[in-house]
């Protein structure tokens, strides 16, 4: 049960830009991953994040550099670095490898959750199938090592062959 001791006249901050700890901690890593994953056009565009400014590409006033030759040194700098994409690269790989054959859902021998087998063929709003949807979810557990699955659907009625 959550207790939440409130002085009188406080409001508790509902506001979606307000993370847990825990999450706040975790989120620079979670960019830095799905970064490396996108590959050189996402490194580049973090500009000093990954890449940071050498000497001669900051401004100086006594060695007579302007803002604006710092920030030309800089950008033709960044253009000429690249980003080997071995991250994406051994996450398909892993992906592939582990998805190499369909995956095999077992239903209930005794038919009760046969009927669960259409939903399968489209598990998702969009129309994904099992396997496609796996593969979704494993890919992000690759990537940044956690995932969240929301379901939000009606509920179902499972009836057997005689209608129970």
Known sequence: MLKVDLQLGEKLDFSPVVFHETYAGLLESWVSCRNA??????????????????????????????DADADEAYKDY?????????????????????MRRPPVIRYSPDGK???????????TVDGQVAGDFISTILQEILIVDKVGVLEDF???????????
């Not at 690249?82 to 892993?94: D, F, H, M, P, S």
């Open 113 to 123: 959750l046969a009927a669960l087998e259409d939903l399968m063929t489209h598990i």
């Open 154 to 164: 009606p509920k179902m009625m499972v009836l057997d062959d005689q209608g129970n």
């Open 37 to 66: 994953y996108a590959g050189n056009l996402a490194i580049k565009a973090a500009g000093e994040k990954y890449l940071p400014r050498l000497s001669g590409q900051k401004a100086h006033d006594k060695l007579g550099i302007t």
């Open 78 to 98: 960044k253009d000429r670095a690249t980003w080997y994409g071995a991250t994406q690269t051994t996450i398909n790989a892993y992906r592939s490898m582990i």
